[in-house]
T-cell receptor
Framework: AQKITQTQPGMFVQEKEAVTLDCTYDTSDPSYGLFWYKQPSSGEMIFLIYQGSYDQQNATEGRYSLNFQKARKSANLVISASQLGDSAMYFCAMRGENFNKFYFGSGTKLNVKP | EPEVTQTPSHQVTQMGQEVILRCVPISNHLYFYWYRQILGQKVEFLVS????????KSEIFDDQFSVERPDGSNFTLKIRSTKLEDSAMYFC????????????FGPGTRLLVL
């Protein structure tokens, strides 16, 4: 069975500082993908970053990077130089070997303080 | 930039009524998904759809739910006899063949069952 765990229900970070949002997963599939989505208070889901289980390098997208530690089954999101607009709910998600089913974590609410 | 659209943005219905939630995926995308998010909870996968048939469905997607692609652009989710616990935000998402891992979400339909 697939499982995604986000243990931080809420986080605070000072503007311009970096923050790490934790995500651990469990799967028996030999290949899988890990995602992070941002959900602002307006409700939409915004794709941030993707990491494939066989990717050799950690994914990066602008200020977002994914700290992928396969042996530890963790896929933490690092946001560098936090901005006030980063305040939102962040969801870690996983797809299994087939692309047809996705699993989401419970989310982390990030608050960026000025 | 192309985007997934959903209508209506909000829907209020009486328990036992049928509702149809509509989505227009990004035009060249081939994979379609429905998710729901009960207020304050995580995003839950409902169903995926490819090549005019369901690829995968979750345990939530029981007989009261159905999906259809009635024409080349729309993708619908029908709930036959709504229950109070169906109240949630329903998200449609789509992805293309080249980058199946990147799902683009619509803005969601907030369904309230009274």
């Amino acid at each position: 069975a697939q499982k995604i765990t986000q243990t931080q229900p809420g986080m605070f970070v000072q503007e311009k500082e970096a923050v790490t949002l934790d995500c651990t997963y469990d799967t028996s599939d030999p290949s899988y993908g890990l995602f992070w989505y941002k959900q602002p208070s307006s409700g939409e889901m915004i794709f941030l970053i993707y990491q494939g289980s066989y990717d050799q390098q950690n994914a990066t997208e602008g200020r977002y990077s994914l700290n992928f530690q396969k042996a530890r089954k963790s896929a933490n999101l690092v946001i560098s130089a936090s901005q006030l607009g980063d305040s939102a709910m962040y969801f870690c998600a996983m797809r299994g070997e087939n692309f047809n089913k996705f699993y989401f974590g419970s989310g982390t609410k990030l608050n960026v303080k000025p | 930039e192309p985007e997934v659209t959903q209508t209506p943005s909000h829907q209020v219905t009486q328990m036992g009524q049928e509702v149809i939630l509509r989505c227009v995926p990004i035009s060249n995308h081939l994979y379609f998904y429905w998710y729901r998010q009960i207020l304050g909870q995580k995003v839950e996968f409902l169903v995926s759809f490819y090549n005019n048939e369901i690829s995968e469905k979750s345990e939530i997607f029981d007989d009261q739910f159905s999906v259809e692609r009635p024409d080349g652009s729309n993708f619908t989710l029908k709930i036959r006899s709504t229950k109070l616990e169906d109240s949630a935000m329903y998200f449609c998402a789509s992805s293309d063949h080249q980058r199946q891992e990147t799902q683009y979400f619509g803005p969601g339909t907030r369904l309230l069952v009274l």
